[in-house]
């Protein structure tokens, strides 16, 4: 059995690898922290988790983090770096959920993140956790810095027109147009998500710059092998509590006018048991995707004309989050990747 830890488990990711953890196979849950909460009994707090999860909540000096296989941080952005190195020291591997491991760059984590890092040594180290991009990579990670919840519907998105030897796509002016469910913006109070602001409301955000972009950027330049690459990322909040839909558009070149998009997102995507490429024309939808794994695609060609339309769904605390967490772990320790992932999604 993986003995599992989990910093922050009180907040909308926290409880989601709970609820993916508490049913894997081949995981036992050893210690769950928060800091106000310390020695409340998580299924007190999440009746939803009663009869399956029997520990308490302690602070993270407490919880025994030391004692496990891995621990998740499913923290603010700078917890993790600040615990990182003690526990990889000890043998524990390391799954961020925040920002600390993603940016190769530390003067690009502290001008989008307004922090300083405070463990750049291991930033060379750290794997993207984006296993339909990097699975060999993350086989053998001692630390894993995961996708942000809108970089992972951009990256895999993109991936399958930037993967390619040269350019099918004007490269340099790729736009995504992405909305979120409220639940992306966490657990904590904040007068933007309360019912009354955010409810029968439609908004974007971030449009002269959301620190989800440099991300993206870095990912996609490195899909595309180097060549450069230029996005517009427009994100939204639309009043639902889970989903992220992504809108992506790219101008085909003159020279790939023949290329079957299609064909080349279904074998690009081949064998991937969480990326669902939907047939031709299919307008995929968050629901589809609720609470799994899963995200669908759906490739457009509006008229077909020049203007690829890349539509792009997944659950933002699962796909975008905890789920792709689990899926990161799985790899690192040799099992089934689907382990504790197949779950359908609820409808309605
Ligand atoms: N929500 C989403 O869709 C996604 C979120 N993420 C990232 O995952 C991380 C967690 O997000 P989310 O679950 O939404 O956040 P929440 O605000 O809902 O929860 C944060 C959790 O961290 C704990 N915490 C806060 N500060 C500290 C600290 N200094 N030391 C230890 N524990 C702390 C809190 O408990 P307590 O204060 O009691 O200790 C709480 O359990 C964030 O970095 C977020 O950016 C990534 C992808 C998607
Ligand atoms: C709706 C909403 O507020 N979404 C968050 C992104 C959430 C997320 O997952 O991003 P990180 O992991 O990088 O924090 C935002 O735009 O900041």
Redesign the pocket.
């Known amino acids: 059995m993986i003995k599992v830890g989990i910093?922050?488990?009180?907040?909308?990711?926290?409880v989601e690898l709970l609820r993916l953890l508490a049913a894997h196979p081949q995981v036992q849950l050893t210690a769950i922290?928060?800091?106000?909460?310390d020695g409340m009994p998580v299924a007190d707090m999440f009746p939803s988790l009663r009869g399956h999860v029997d520990l308490a909540?302690a602070t993270?000096e407490k919880a025994k983090l030391a004692e496990c296989d891995v621990v998740f941080?499913?923290?603010?952005?700078?917890?993790a770096m600040a615990q990182a190195r003690e526990l990889l020291a000890a043998g524990v591997k390391v799954i961020d959920?925040?920002?600390d491991f993603r940016l190769k760059d530390p003067a690009e984590f502290e001008k989008w993140y307004a922090m300083p890092h405070s463990c750049t040594d291991l930033l060379e180290e750290a794997v993207y956790g984006l296993p339909e991009v990097n699975r060999e990579a993350i086989r053998k990670a001692r630390l894993i810095g995961?996708p942000?919840?809108y970089p992972t519907s951009m990256q895999l998105g993109f991936a399958p027109l930037l993967a390619q030897g040269k350019p099918l796509v004007n490269e340099a002016s790729l736009i995504a147009d992405c909305k979120?469910g409220v639940?992306?913006?966490?657990?904590?109070a904040e007068v933007h998500t309360l019912l009354a602001e955010a409810a029968d409301n439609f908004k974007a955000y971030g449009v002269k710059g959301h620190r989800h972009l440099p991300e993206t950027t870095q990912g996609l330049q490195a899909i595309a092998g180097g060549r450069k690459v230029g996005l517009t990322f427009v994100p939204h909040l639309v009043p639902m509590i889970r989903g992220i839909h992504s809108t992506l558009y790219a101008t085909i070149l003159p020279e790939a006018r023949d290329t079957d998009f299609q064909s080349l997102y279904e074998n690009h995507f081949k064998g991937e048991k969480f990326v669902d490429v939907m047939p031709a024309g299919s307008h995929p939808e968050t629901r589809s995707v609720r609470a799994s794994n899963k995200l669908r695609i759906a490739i457009h060609r509006p008229g077909g004309g020049d203007l690829l339309v890349i539509l792009v769904v997944e659950d933002?605390?699962v796909k975008?989050?905890a789920g792709q967490g689990v899926q990161c772990m799985n790899i690192m320790f040799g099992i089934d990747e689907t382990a504790g992932l197949m779950h359908i999604p609820v409808l309605p």
């Open positions: 910093v922050g488990g009180t907040g909308y990711t926290g922290t928060s800091r106000k909460e909540f993270p941080f499913a923290t603010p952005h700078g917890v959920l925040a920002a995961l942000g919840c979120s639940s992306g913006a966490g657990r904590k933002n605390l975008g989050a």
